[in-house]
């Protein structure tokens, strides 16, 4: 009964895909073959894997729904979260989604999900991306005031939605947690945030996350131990679509 994790896999089976990097870059070239080929061969019928954002490109669930179902058939349960470019998914519609999908299928929002004794807790997330505007040598540029404002406000929203998963899953008696987020849990100017500490609040033994892919972009975040936990950052072209093992 093992756990695993990987993000981004940017399905496009029935939408027009604009992505530069997907277009070009050779570890892009069949993902979604190279993929499925490593699920057969790593995850059994009795093991979880969380798809932690960026499931599709399509702009609502008509233009997603073979994706999801290319995901419905990789063996194991499946846990989604959203991420950024999830479109099809409102996230004041995720009840009716997991009508539509379970059980094949979970859509991980404002709850938690049950792995062994561990409570599997998880939002979008976000990070201040757009106020600031850095060179080719990450040095700060420019400042967008206004876009800060509505960052903190995105920031705060996702806190809130974190706070209640993790406050649902301790009300039913659960002390262990594995935090999922879309977005990293720091931007690169930071050493902690608010999802670090919550991370530290509730004692999350591991905060897995993606949205960093591109090499320009694997090392946006935190990796490795970090105040007594483990940061794994999953997204697809960082794993090479092998996904990673963070529990068994």
Known sequence: MALYA?????????????????????????????FQKNCAKLITGDDTLVLVGDHSWGKNLA???????????????????????????????TKQLNELYQPRLTFLQDSYES???????????????GPFYLDHRRRIIGWDEDAEVHA??????????????????KADGYRKYIMFLHYPPTNILEERSGFTDMAEEYGAQQVIYAHCHGESRFYDSIQGEYRGREYHLVSGDFLRWKPLKIAD
């Open 6 to 34: 990987i993000g981004d896999l940017h399905l496009h089976f029935q939408s027009e895909l604009k992505a530069r990097a997907q277009l070009r870059d050779r570890v892009w070239k069949n993902h979604e073959e190279k």
């Open 63 to 93: 233009e997603s729904e073979q994706d999801l179902e290319y995901i419905c058939e990789l063996p194991g349960r499946k846990i989604l979260t959203r991420g950024n470019h999830d479109m099809f998914w409102d996230a004041k519609k």
């Open 115 to 129: 792995w062994q004794d561990y409570a599997l807790v998880g939002t979008k997330g976000f990070t201040f991306e």
């Open 152 to 169: 903190r406000k995105l920031v705060e929203r996702e806190l809130q939605r974190l706070r209640k998963s993790f406050e649902l899953a």
